[in-house]
């Protein structure tokens, strides 16, 4: 099958079926914003003037009916999907041979335009078909898309009988909104018939995969926020992989089996089924008291709470079919038994009902021809609100009166109980619980449905669609009220943040302890669905197995149910969602010290992998990701993960050992509720108001400072670095607090430790991490003078267990507890808390040594990047590295990272074997760090020739200084500016430095990064460093180096200089426009009020006397050129430069009025406030202003 093609084409037939069924509404004169009135005179329905048969009128009222309940909108998307559904199936039916007259209803065998039913029209007996029409429209031969239309209809009234919960009969109003021209090249029929290709259908595996591509894009739309009541579907239905299916299927309804017939002939077919590990002999003797002895196939009962479109119901059916072989049933007597006593599913779409319902009648179709005609009753429901049964079954109520003894307010009474039943149905499905008052009503109007009186019985005295509505939800209560030996499911996803406010009501009235999620409330609910000792099966997100959220859920799962197997799949184990989830399977009822298995496919990357290497570790149980478990182990492990692969001298360290808790407790830090408002990138404020080293909040008061660092996580580094961030802590806090007072009023000023949480821990010395990782843990060593959020957890040790614990977080011993106590990619405090801590006087000697030499290595290389506030100058001109020319400082900066880098590798792996060793986990865990893992840079020839220009356009415009180190100017408006700290270099006058690719100015950024050169290095190696960096950049034929140089500061330097500073640049862009008829750049820091005014008169206003002058010499080069391709090359560049001019023009209008109005900065306000004063003069001012605050 071709999943791709199906992907591409499933979204794309949606919104074509929306917009014919919507076409077709149009026609009726109903749209989204009217609907036209309809008269009717006789057999003729009147509609804006045109004439249609009078069934058209009742059709149209349903419609109306449908819209005033829910909206226009969602009626056609449901008529959209409809007539999607029965596409699909009468393709799937045609091509397998299905249909009764053997004829295609879409298509052609031998791939003509025309479908072969056309061709044969004449012979086709469909019900309701009138034969005569028929012919005289074939005969016409210039009707036969009217043709098509009453054949289609007809087919589609001949699937009623068989399959009424997917074909609506004849008159329903969903027949009314079959679309137009079915026969044109780009109808919806043709599309399905043309993009997927016959052999996709093989499957009826197609189905299901279809609708999770046709409401891909829905999904998209509504699954960012909260989630509306109707959106649930499209935001939860999630296709389940076939083999997870299979696993799930084989290792429950087969392990139950098994357990009556061990030697049972199904057991080779069964790929995926997990045998029982070896068992201690208590536990066989508790299995053999609660295993069956023997099991009637037509007894055992097999529930999907939530089915989709039914993929797992059609994995249970082909097993069942091979339980029934088993016990000699003859094929032909299978399929019926199947559909009508072991297969039950629920969802909340309508839609999903009706694919899962097709899905499993067509399996049956497959061994018995006839099943169709039999009219099996097929389990699968939608459950939907009914709205007042007491209108609905008015009927009921007036035919009660035949009946004797049958007290006419009892059975209102009854009817209500059902009908509070169904209210919200379609929201909850089979979360909602069946009450025992429901229970007995449903009881009893069953009763009062089938009791004859007189010959007849209530169904018959109200044959009609009320009778049919009640005894349907009659039947979803007695299903919803009963228990099932084997509840499988693949239940929906939606986080809490997602909840509706009805929905987060009903999950915390009915499942307080397990309302996180969706997933979480099915568990328990499915386990409640399940009978004692029958089996559950289920595909759940693996969070339930760590984080400390769904401790409860654990809890509940260990207590009540025994896990028989388990698959931890990996995070791309799904081919088009990214998830982490496991399948597991419990069997409900507790057995004591049963060792369960486990397959843990998380070094296996990609979808592909998953379901072959489960395969392989069925066969092979010794594949070395296979392992066996009792759960009762996890009860001795702080917040019971289900970390099934821990040894047992893991488990001991829990057991011997105190946790880190003890010793330091963790911490998260300052939720600032408004971080737009309340922080900053360090670059982005006044150096006067910021200080990096306070070491109180009373000093930061005293010292009047306003920001102070603020740490928030950041990507994944080891040691030290990610102090980026500062937060506005002015007058201890002030302003947060009194915005968090102001959102959130039941707090009081000494009770802010929700938000503002742990004070007294800030400015302290202490140790941080990232708690979002994907996939290592980045522990650094936390400096004074800092405050904490929650992304930059932290902890605070005695000072001589500092550096102990920082070596032990950053080592493998603690990712491999780390894994053990949560799985996914957020740490929390609780798992830092919870790891296990030996001590020995020597580990805590050696891992002084270590701590200090790689913080030391780790602090070196933060800072040799512009984005350290402890920067000094570019990296090659570190005394130590610095060379005679550009080329030789590189390599010896190269030649020290790889030195850096290799002696941080040695350390990392010495201080790994000291904790393994501490430890005793040699046989499980190596020492050795993959490079990856090492957070030192590499030298790259490029990055640090780009690196050396932005640190040259610092000096130029003031920032730094090749006479001092560090920082010289960050301050604001200009003032306390001191140009006798930049020696033979000096800083520009103005803070202005143009960069044009032609050179039209002396003081341009090229001009003056030669002159850098000179100055840094000598200007006897000028040449040969300007074609060092020229080439690091990527010299183009014909190219100088002074001509490269350019065209990287005029193209790139700028896409760099936002990527380096997160959108928030320094060094600000004016620009005149695509034409890049006048670029420069000017410090942010040292922009005051008459920068603009003297952009205008130093550069602007002599670049346009410059540019006509050239335009003008142009014309007498042009007339004195001596051939035609000189001519031409003059005129081409005479034309760039007259575009040139004419946006110098409009640009030169725009500083004017920009300059007159003298625009102050507010650096408090940030980059992304104060970039958007200039209206265009800046380049990429979405970018900046655009952009999330982090």
Known sequence: ???????????????????????????????????????????????????????????????????????????????????????????????????????????????????????????????????????????????????????????????????????????????????????????????????????DWEKIEIIGWLYQFYISDRNEEVSSGVVKEEDIPAATQLFTPNWIAKYMVHNSLGAMWLESKPLSRIRPMMDYYIAPAEQPAGVKDTLAEVEPTQLDPEEITFLDPACGSGHILVEAYDLFKEIYLDCGYTLRDIPKLILERNLYGFDIDNRAAQLASFAILMKAREDDPRIVRKNPEINVFALQEYGNFEDICSPLLKAQAEIEKVNHNDIRVELKAISDFFESANTFGSLKRVS???QQAAQTLRRYLDRPSNGSSLQHWAADESALTLSHAIRQVELLARQYDVVVANPPYMGAANHCDKLKRFLRANFNDYDRDLFSSFIVKNISFCREGG????????????????????????????????????????????????????????????????????????????????LEAVKNRNCG????????????????????????????????????????????????????????????????????????????????????????????????????????????GEEIKEATLAK?????RDNLGWKISNEKQYFRRGITWTAISSVFLGVRALDSGCIFGTGGSCLFPPEHLRNWMLSFLCSNVSIHFLNALNSTTNINVENISSLPILFDSSSLAQSDEISDACCMLAKRDWDSYETSWDFQQSAILFPTVKGATVEESFLNWDNECRLSFSRMKSLEEESNRLFISLYGLENELSPTVPDAQITLAQANRYKDTCRLLSYSIGCM????????????????????????????????????????????????????????????????????????????????????????????????????????????????????????AFECLVYLHRYNESTLSRMRMEYVTPLQGRVSARIEQLDRDIQAAATTAAQNKLRKEQEKLKKQQAELI???????????????????????????????LLAEVKTVTGGSDE
């Open 436 to 438: 025992r008052a429901q």
């Open 957 to 1076: 415009l003031g920032r730094y200084s090749v006479a001092e180190p560090g920082l010289i100017y960050a301050s604001s408006g200009n003032a306390g500016f001191d140009a006798t700290r930049y020696g033979d270099f000096p800083a520009d006058d103005d803070g202005i430095i143009p960069i044009t690719e032609a050179e039209w100015f002396s003081d341009d950024a090229a001009n003056r990064f030669a002159e850098f050169l000179k100055v840094a290095w000598s200007p006897e190696t000028l040449k040969e460093n300007l074609k060092f960096v020229a080439d690091s950049l990527g010299s183009k034929a014909n190219e100088t180096p002074m001509d490269t140089i350019r065209r990287y500061l005029s193209r790139d330097f700028y896409k760099d200089h936002l990527k380096t500073y997160k959108k928030r640049p320094i060094y600000w862009l004016f620009s005149s426009g695509k034409e890049k």
């Open 1 to 199: 099958m071709n999943r791709n093609k199906l992907k591409t084409y499933a979204p794309k037939a949606r919104l074509a079926f929306i917009q014919a069924v919507t076409a077709r509404a149009s026609k009726f004169g109903i749209t989204a914003s009217k609907i036209e009135p309809v008269q009717v005179q006789g057999d003729v329905a009147l509609i804006g003037g045109q004439a249609y048969p009078r069934k058209v009128a009742e059709q149209r009222r349903k419609l109306e009916e449908r819209i005033g309940l829910r909206s226009f909108e969602q009626v056609m998307e449901e008529a959209a999907y409809t007539w999607f559904n029965r596409f699909a199936a009468i393709r799937f039916m045609e091509i397998h041979g299905y249909l009764d007259h053997g004829y295609r209803v879409l298509s052609h065998p031998e791939g003509k335009v025309t479908p072969e039913i056309i061709e044969h029209a004449e012979h086709i007996d469909l019900p309701g078909l009138d034969r005569e029409k028929v012919i005289d429209l074939k005969l016409d031969g210039t009707k036969d898309e009217e043709l098509y239309r009453m054949l289609l209809t007809a087919q589609c009234n001949a699937l009623h009988a068989g399959m009424p919960f997917l074909f609506e009969s004849i008159d329903d109003e969903t027949e009314l909104l079959l679309p137009n021209n079915l026969l044109h090249s780009d109808s919806p029929i043709r599309q399905m018939v043309s993009e997927i290709g016959e052999a």
């Open 535 to 614: 089996y559950i099966g289920t595909l759940a997100q693996m969070a339930w197995m760590f984080i400390s959220s769904y401790e409860a859920l654990r809890a509940h799962i260990l207590k009540s149910t025994t896990i028989f197997s388990l698959v931890q799949l990996e995070y791309d184990a799904f081919e088009y969602v990214k998830a982490h989830v496991c399948a597991f399977v419990v069997k409900n009822t507790k057995i004591p010290n049963y060792k369960g298995t486990y397959i843990k496919l998380s070094e296996f990357k990609g979808a592909p992998n998953q379901g072959p290497k489960t």
């Open 625 to 732: 990701w296979l392992y066996e478990a009792s759960e009762d182990e996890y009860r001795k492990l702080p917040g019971m993960p289900i970390a099934y692969w821990l040894s047992d001298n893991a488990r001991r360290a829990f057991q011997s050992g105190k946790l880190l808790g003890e010793f330091a407790k963790p911490m998260v830090g300052m939720r600032t509720g408004d971080n737009a408002r309340f922080l900053r990138l360090w670059h982005e404020v006044s150096l006067e108001k910021t200080s990096f080293e306070c070491n109180s909040a009373s000093e930061a008061m005293d010292r009047k400072i306003k920001w102070v660092p603020f740490i928030k996580g950041g990507d994944f580094r080891r040691w030290y670095g990610n102090k980026e961030y500062v937060v506005n802590w002015e007058n201890n």
């Open 1146 to 1176: 409009k640009f030169d209008d725009e500083l004017r009025h920009y300059a007159d109005k003298r625009i102050k900065l507010d650096l408090d306000d940030g980059v992304k406030v104060n970039y958007g004063k200039f209206g265009n």
């Open 744 to 748: 959130y009023p039941q707090l009081s």
